[in-house]
């Protein structure tokens, strides 16, 4: 049983930055995906990580934008977000799934699987 928590989030203008953190003790062997769900919409993966060779996702959407990463000695993955849109707004979750096939967890991952956080509000405005 793994325990998620995201944090980072807040509020900014278009253009802005801003470093989401998941904190996810004993999460080294699983892939760690970002996620996000905007008012009225489905959720949909941003970016996701393997646990061990690094092999990357992301989105269309973020690509040249988002970076994820993680430090398996802190047991915690990050999203840096750059260059935000307002259609970027939404709440962010962490995920954790025991897996090796990385686009597929981040185009069809449900939230009746592997382990959620409690999602960190990002809010894209001027």
């Known amino acids: 049983q793994l325990t998620l928590a995201e944090s980072g989030g807040g509020s900014v203008q278009p253009g802005g930055s801003l470093r989401l953190s998941c904190a996810a003790p004993?999460?080294?062997?699983?892939?760690i995906g970002w996620f996000r769900q905007a008012p009225g919409k489905d959720r949909e993966g941003v970016a996701c990580i393997s646990s061990v060779d690094g092999e990357i996702y992301y989105a269309d959407s973020v690509k040249g934008r988002f970076t994820i990463s993680r430090d398996n000695a802190k047991s915690t993955a990050y999203l840096q977000m750059n260059n935000l849109h307002i259609e970027d707004t939404g709440t962010y979750y962490c995920?954790?799934?025991?897996?090796?096939?990385?686009?597929?967890?981040?185009?069809?991952?449900?939230?009746?699987?592997?382990?959620w956080g409690q999602g960190t509000q990002v809010a894209v405005s001027s």
């Open positions: 004993g999460s080294n062997y699983y892939a």
């Open positions: 995920a954790a799934l025991s897996t090796n096939t990385i686009r597929a967890m981040c185009k069809t991952m449900s939230e009746r699987i592997g382990f």
